[in-house]
């Protein structure tokens, strides 16, 4: 199993930004997925998840009606499109999944929310 994110970057407050995970080594088209974050100094949260067939998202209530979570089950990849971005979303962004009762997560990617 192999998740890597890609997308990150500065982006000033209110501004947009999608990240990307491209998967391997699985079935993708019926594994849910999901983002977490880790801002500096604390610890990793949930931020939305997408079911096998893209049907059921969910979201971390702070980031309802901003975030958007979609899945192409052609290309094996999960997004995360983030809008009116704040300096509270400032984390290292990871995609993350479950394999035969494992967890698999990616490397990361950093998302700067900054003037």
């Known amino acids: 199993v192999q998740l890597v994110e890609s997308g990150g970057g500065l982006v000033q407050p209110g501004g947009s930004l999608r990240v990307s995970c491209a998967t391997s080594g699985f079935t993708f088209s019926r594994t849910p997925m999901g983002w977490h974050r880790q801002a500096p100094g604390k610890e990793r949260e949930y931020v939305a998840s997408i079911g096998s067939s893209g049907g059921r998202t969910y979201y971390k209530d702070s980031v309802k009606g901003r975030f958007t979570i979609s899945r192409d089950n052609a290309k094996n990849t999960v997004y995360l499109q983030m809008n009116s971005l704040k300096p509270e979303d400032t984390a290292v962004y990871y995609c993350?999944?479950?394999?035969?009762?494992?967890?698999?997560w990616g490397q990361g990617t950093q998302v700067t929310v900054s003037s």
């Open positions: 993350k999944t479950q394999v035969g009762g494992y967890d698999y």
